[in-house]
């Protein structure tokens, strides 16, 4: 058997651990992380700093940190300065400040002992090892809102009064804390909330513009020429924007979209394979929900599904479900609804979740309202379909 090549030309370029040279549509907060730690470049001994990184889940905090971090310990190697940047995900080591500083000790001493120590200990050992190699040390804590949920004030008060415990000597560790927003920090006394709050750099969401960037980014560096067009990057951008702009569900749709169009030996990721990848991760319409709808509201969502899997495109107009639809109806011994009514029945099935509208910019369709197929296969919906409605014609 002949196989097609694969649509991917490298697509560990959408792993969820790939780190981009560059963060579009995060520029100005890179700036910012470097202008806040600018200091480590030039006086590293003399000073600390804190910073939060806030955002919600997919807005690139974990991705700005670890590329801000890269980016400045290369500064630092060219500039002969001694520099550490250690990122670490709270929740891995269950929100334990113990376990998360003998992680930041082991990358200095690989063989330092598991047990036997206090946070305490641990942290006075983890300074003196970085007097030791005369270094300074970026400590990235990621899911911060673990920490603060497990160990409280007095771990964060222990965090952030380092210097306090060592006065007059130079300054070792800064501080990122990366999560979701600032409600966590409400559980905080007052001297530890006071240490936190002062620098803080808010993502906010991706907008769909955005999405498409960030994704076509990293067609260009995963997949082969001309296998993913336009309108599915499109369709998985409007698809992340749904879930709340998440950028991360975006690329692994991107992925998964990929996957199917290899399986299927198609040569191309089809606005199919993004629906296909989506029901994968989404739970797809419920048999219930297609239960409740009424004959012509079924009627008019089998036309819709018999476009989307006819014409393999991700957007199509309601002239062009209208005339299916009519066909749909003389297949079925009924008279077509008006015009007037097949915009109310989008609105029903946009409630639903079934059917969503985008309305175009201008282009070769002009400004139109578009219609999309969201979460669902246009062909196991119109299987679906088909079968509810030869059972309520029995």
Same mark, same amino acid.
């Given at each position: ?69 890269? =980016? ?6 060219? *500039? ?50 970085? =007097? ?57 006394? =007052? ?43 499109? %369709? ?56 409740? %709808? ?99 014609? *029995?």
């Amino acid at each position: 058997m002949k196989f097609r090549q694969s649509v991917f030309k490298d697509e560990a370029k959408l792993d969820i651990n790939y780190l981009p040279s560059r963060l579009p549509h995060r520029e100005k907060e890179h700036r910012l992380l470097m202008e806040f730690f600018s200091f480590l470049l030039q006086f590293p001994e003399k000073m600390a700093q804190r910073v939060i990184v806030t955002g919600d889940i997919g807005t690139g905090k974990t991705a700005l940190c670890q590329r801000f971090g890269a =980016d400045i310990t290369l500064e630092a190697n060219k *500039r002969k300065v001694n520099l550490r940047y250690v990122h670490v995900n709270c929740r891995e080591y269950r929100g334990k400040l113990f376990l998360i500083l003998q992680h930041a000790v082991t990358i200095l001493k690989p063989n330092f002992p598991q047990r036997g120590y206090s946070a305490e200990e641990v942290l006075k050992i983890l300074l003196q090892n970085l =007097d030791e190699e005369n270094t300074h040390m970026i400590l990235a804590l990621d899911e911060f809102d673990s920490l603060i949920e497990t160990e409280g004030s007095d771990a964060v008060y222990n965090l952030t009064r380092l210097q306090e415990m060592r006065p007059g000597k130079p300054q070792r560790i800064s501080l990122i804390f990366v999560m979701r927003d600032l409600e966590a920090t409400k559980r905080l006394d =007052d001297s530890a909330k006071s240490t936190l709050q002062r620098n803080v750099i808010r993502l906010e969401k991706y907008s769909k513009d955005q999405l498409m960037n960030i994704l076509n980014d990293r067609v260009s560096m995963a997949f082969e020429p001309s296998t993913v067009p336009e309108d599915v990057v499109s %369709l998985t951008a409007d698809l992340a924007r749904d879930e709340s702009g998440n950028a991360r569900f975006a690329i692994e749709l991107l992925w998964r979209a990929g996957k199917y169009a290899d399986a299927e030996e198609l040569g191309t990721v089809t606005p199919e394979c993004v629906r296909k990848a989506v029901s994968s991760i989404i739970p797809s319409v419920q048999k219930g929900e297609l239960a409740s %709808l009424g004959l012509h509201e079924k009627l008019f969502l089998l036309a819709a599904a018999e476009v989307f899997r006819e014409s393999q495109e991700a957007y199509v107009t309601l002239v062009e479900i209208e005339k299916t639809y009519g066909v749909v109806c003389e297949e079925f011994d009924e008279e077509p609804n008006s015009h007037t009514q097949l915009w109310k029945y989008i609105q029903l099935l946009s409630a639903l979740g079934i059917l969503k509208t985008e309305v175009s910019g201008a282009g070769v369709r002009g400004r139109s309202t578009l219609i999309y197929l969201p979460a669902v296969p246009a062909e196991e919906l119109e299987k679906e379909l088909r079968l509810s409605l030869e059972k309520g014609r *029995r």
